[in-house]
């Protein structure tokens, strides 16, 4: 397999990893009643959801390269989001705020 295919399978696979995970998050905010503001919302669904779908789509053109700097930062912008809404703004999602019960991650709704 050539450099480049072997590059866009991994990001076509990471893609999809990525946006399982997005889609199952969600349901689980969904369950649990943890609202998301309108700009919160539209900064997940482009760079959660279209960023990364269109790295994917750019990485099986030619321009392999900028496909890989638009998915390196999407997901660096999904991991500072995340950082900042658990563990830095205090809100009912900051996990130092939590009851000690509650920190735990593998807990799911259906298991409560």
Not at 1 to 7: D, E, K, Y
Not at 24 to 40: F, N
Not at 46 to 62: E, I, M, S, Y
Not at 99 to 105: K, Q, T
């Amino acid at each position: 397999m050539s450099p480049i295919a072997a590059t866009r399978l991994a990001l076509t696979v990471l893609a999809a990893v990525h946006l399982i995970v997005t889609i199952w998050h969600g349901e689980l905010r969904r369950e649990l009643a943890v609202a998301l503001s309108a700009g919160q919302s539209l900064f997940i669904y482009l760079f959660f959801v279209v960023a990364p779908l269109l790295a994917v789509g750019l990485v099986w053109t030619r321009r392999v390269r900028p496909a890989l700097w638009l998915f390196l930062i999407a997901l660096g912008a999904s991991l500072l989001f995340g950082m900042y809404y658990r563990y830095i703004l205090i809100s009912p999602e900051n996990m130092q705020r939590l009851p000690s019960g509650e920190r735990d991650c593998s807990r799911t709704p259906s298991s409560s």
